[in-house]
Every structure is written in structure tokens, then in C-alpha cells.
């Protein structure tokens, strides 16, 4: 009897120690799998500039993030946090987070940005802003004929590597985030729309509305426009009492930009600016885009059966009463430097083409781009002219509209394009509140500030065999 209970108990202790080596073994096996598993699925994908640099990166199997270049290129790469225990990690700011699901399934993601311009240029906007006293400034530099993003620039950048409390101001990406009432770099706009409605010839002139007395220069008064209970009034004084496209453009008229909106119906105006592209998303590949705003169809068009002006029409005209984005204005100003045609800034690098919008005839675009060289030539303070290339553009100085009031406060912008006899590139500058007080308050004119960092930029781009002069 005895020897029967032994033999049990060996039999029993030996199927358990078999159970128990089984279990253990099925453990070992499924949780290094699992940690395996878990691993690879927290490799992410690198990015990477057009040059080929990487600007973040996940070595080997780690949930960390790299980005070896540091604040460089930020806001633009955004960041990521961890999540699920630290077992992966998310994008929760720009590339990061638009192309997050790629970079997870580890696709590397290349960019159109060219390293060689835009560190430099970065270096030259640290320097500009503490120089100007301004809260940030922001420049990209897009190829005209394809979209490319070869430049998205700005001072307000962060470290992802090490995050600060201080940092939460910059995490936005401004150019796409950031709506502001343009200012005067709209005219060119609606100077188009009339032109190519052939509601004006650029032959036509258009009252000054200065009347008065001349000064010892020969210039007539300031004019001044009446519109209801409103005033509006040019900045530039004039020597006669008539003005022509050119005079309304390059001395940046706003009775003259008025008088020619006043030829658009409401419905015309605001349909054109919807198709150059303003309260629309350009179509870049990242997320959080805003779209800006224009009065409704209903304002613009108050008066209209009458013949009388309205202030939101006369107003968003000249632009203000409109609020867009710096990368709608990019897109917009590359119509004219494009043939007429509209195209979204691209930042991913792609073999595919983007499609492009016949906007302006050929005739209404050598038009506009005539008089926006122009407008470069007779450019006051900094004159962004530069030997033996084509430079065109119009700056523009806007009041910035906060808590239901205009402050003392500017953005200061100049949008254009700079060719050589084979490549072709449109540029934005805006410059947000530089210094308008004190023994510099001239800062705050365009002229004496996104001019001049436009200058540099181009200086860069020479520098680096993206523009060659033609002697």
C-alpha cells in the first residue's frame, strides 16, 4: 500500500514539474515576443531633409526621440509624447503629428526643406529679431513652378530634446496657425480681380481726392475718402491730383485700391479672393491649419443696387477687415510669379506633380508682375533691388486688430518673388510687432524691416547657387 502511495507521488511531483517547466518556458518565450514585438512597434520612422540631413530619428528599438540638429526646423517637425506605459509614442505637433500613422509603421518621411538655406536663414532671423525688437519672425521660400517648400523659417523655435516650460509660446507653427489682417500686400490682389473682370483698363486713372494747397515739395494734401460715418486716407502725399495703376500700386494708394474695388461687385471680390486662395487651407501637408475670415457676402455688397460705397468692401480692399494666414499670402503672390496659376505649397517630398488652377489670364498676370517690379524699383529706405536678377513684390505695414480695437502694435510683411534666367522662387517675410517706439520706431514700416531680412534671404540664396546674377 505504501509502495503504491510512492509511486503516485513521483508520478504527481513529475507531471507538475513538467507543467511548471511547460509554463515557464510558454512565459519566457511570449514575453520576450511580446517585449519584441513592443519594441519594433515603438521604431519610428526618421525624418529627413531634402539634403538627406535627419531631423528626428528613434535608434533602434527605443521609445525615445531623437532630433540631432535640435531647435532646428521647429516648430515645423513638432514633437511627440509617449503613451500606453511608455510602450510607444505619438506626434503631438507638427510633421510629428500630421504623419504620425506613417512614421509608426516606420516610413521614413523626406522633406522638401534644403538645410543649406534654411539654417542660415534661421541664424539670420535670431539676429533680426532681437535687432527689430519683435515677437517673431517668420520667412519660407517656395518654388514657383512646383509648390515646394524649401524654406519654412522662423525665429520662435524650441528644443524637442529637452522641452521647457518656456517653450509653450513657440510649440505653434505661426506661417499656418497665426491669423492677422494683411494689410497692403493684399492691393495686388484686388487690382487683379478688376483688371481681369476688365472692370478697369491700365490706362485708367482715378482720383487722388486731395484737394488743398501745395507744400514747398509741390505735394498736394494727404487725400482723404468719406464713406458714411468713416474716413479713409492715403499715407502718401501726391504731386498731382490724378492717379494711374502704377501710382495707386507702387505708392500703395489706398483711395486708389478703393476706387478700383468699387468696380467690383461684392460677389466678384469676395469669389476672387476665395480663388487666390484667402479663408481657404493651402493644401499643405500639416494638421491645425487656420483659414482666416472675410465679411459676409451681405456686408460687402451693402449699397451696391444705389451705387454707394460700403466700409467692408472699401475696407478688405486695402486689407483690412480681412484676416488670413501667412502661407494663403505665400500662395497667393505665387500666381503672379506662375503664369496665373494657383498652386498649394508642398513641404513633403513627392515624384508626383501638384496640380495647379488657371487663376489670371497671361495678359492680367505680365500685367501684375510688371507692376510689382515696379513697385521693388520704387521702393523707399531699403530698396530689395539686387543686379542681374528679377525681384517683385509689395510690403505692407498692418495695424494688428486685438480685443475688439486696432493697437499700436504691426506686422510688418513683404510677399514677392526673385528669378534668374532659369529658376523662379516666390518669398514671404512678416515681421510680428517690431519695435514702433523710441529712437527706432521706424522698425515698424516694412521698408525698414521685412525688407531688409528679404534682402538677406536672397543674399543667401546667391551665396548658396540658388540665384546666379546675369551680368
Known sequence: ???ANIKRSIIAITILTIVISLAIFVYKNYSVNTVHKTQLSNTRGDIKTNDNIILATSKGNETNREYPLNDTCSPLIGLTERENNNQSISGTKGLEKSH?????????????????????IETILDI???????????VSVMDSETGKILVLATSNRFNPNSIKTSDSQYLNNNAIELEYEPGSVIKPLTIALALEKNKIKITDEFSALNYGKKNKDGEYPNGIMEIGQWNISDHQQFK?????IEDIITRSSNIGTVQIARELSGKEILDGF???????????????????????????SAGELSGNLNIFK?????GQGVRTTFMQLLKAYNVFNNNGNIISPSIIKTSLASPQEKVLSDETTNIMKD????????????????????IGGKNGTANIFMDGKYQQKYISSFFGFVNDKERKYTIGVAVNNPTCKGKKWYYYHASNSSVPVFQKV??????NDYLKQSK
Open 128 to 138: 533680426y529679431k532681437k535687432e527689430l525688437g519683435a515677437d517673431e519672425i517668420i
Open 240 to 244: 498731382k491730383h490724378t492717379l494711374t
Open 100 to 120: 504620425n500613422s506613417e512614421l509608426n509603421k516606420r516610413i521614413p518621411l523626406v522633406i522638401n526643406i534644403h538645410l543649406k538655406l534654411q539654417a542660415p
Open 274 to 300: 476665395n480663388q487666390f486662395g484667402i479663408t481657404r487651407k493651402t493644401g499643405i501637408e500639416l494638421l491645425d491649419e487656420k483659414v482666416g475670415n472675410l465679411p459676409t457676402l451681405a456686408q460687402v
Open 1 to 3: 500500500m505504501k509502495s
Open 314 to 318: 472699401s475696407t478688405i480692399s486695402y
Open 458 to 463: 536672397v543674399g543667401i540664396m546667391i551665396k
Open 371 to 390: 507692376l510689382l517690379i515696379k513697385t521693388v524699383d520704387k521702393e523707399n529706405g531699403h530698396n530689395p533691388t539686387i543686379q542681374g536678377l528679377e
